[in-house]
């Protein structure tokens, strides 16, 4: 039987619970939104389950609803690793605060809406999208305030982020400490990550099945994932919207993560502190 992980101050184990989450701003999160439940297991996760928001305890389809539902999932799982597929931070010149937790904890007083934060960024840009250090490296797709990701940044970072860093319920990494009983909250790129294995191509849409199965036998040909329950293996390739699979992604990459993440010789630069990390 493969051993299951388990997290010890000090070690270089991994979290035995992972979280691939992948995240939208739209008014039917729950609907959008998947969570892919896994085991960390010595050389991978075990997939147990991958499911929509809205099945959360007192969750619902709209978005408020669904998010403060997330927020509490997160708090309450303890020990474990989540990767979530939104940015965590803006560009620096962008950013009004010494500290990313000074950003993220002012932010919803800063920005009251979705549509004033993106004019205030589209405006102090001089109407550019600027990108931050880690969009470059990681090579994602969109700027934080880009309109295609704009609303999905919002109300990741005022409603998911920000209640969860007040109340001191989450590490929020690399900008945070690791704390060995805590969630551990990682931003996380599914299409970086399959650019990066060389698996990204069109996959969304209902005539894409036949893609989102190459890709999901890709990953899972790398050994890190396992998907043993024929059922679920359908569940993900069915949902047309290609989130399901997100989830499955953003799993394998937040796994990928947290063994590097226990190697004290590990860090990132000083903008990424500030503006945030994606882990790809």
Known sequence: MPRVRSLKPGSRTLPSKVYGIDFSGAQDAGNRIWIASARALDTGVEVEDCYQAKCLADSAIDRDRCLSA?????A?????????????????????????????LSFGSRYPDAERFRQNCWE??????????????????????NLRLYRQTYYGIRDVLAPLVKDKAVSVLPMQNKAPVKPWLLEVC???TLERMGLYHPYKGRSKRGSREHILEGIENTRVVTIKR??????????????????I????????????????????????????????
């Open 70 to 74: 997330l927020r509490h999932f997160i």
């Open 76 to 104: 309450r799982q303890g020990v474990c690793a989540c990767g979530l597929d939104f940015p965590f931070g803006l560009p620096g010149t962008l950013v009004e605060a010494n500290t990313w937790e000074e950003f993220v």
């Open 124 to 145: 102090t840009a001089r109407s550019c999208e600027e990108r931050r250090d880690t969009d470059r490296e990681s090579k994602t797709p969109f700027s934080p305030y």
């Open 190 to 192: 599914p299409a970086s």
């Open 230 to 247: 024929s059922a679920l293996r359908t569940t993900i390739l069915d949902d047309p919207g290609g989130d399901a699979l997100d989830s």
């Open 249 to 280: 992604i953003a799993a394998y990459a937040t796994f990928r993560a947290i063994d590097a993440l226990a190697d004290p010789g590990v860090s990132v630069s000083s903008n990424s502190m500030l503006e945030g990390y994606v882990y790809i």
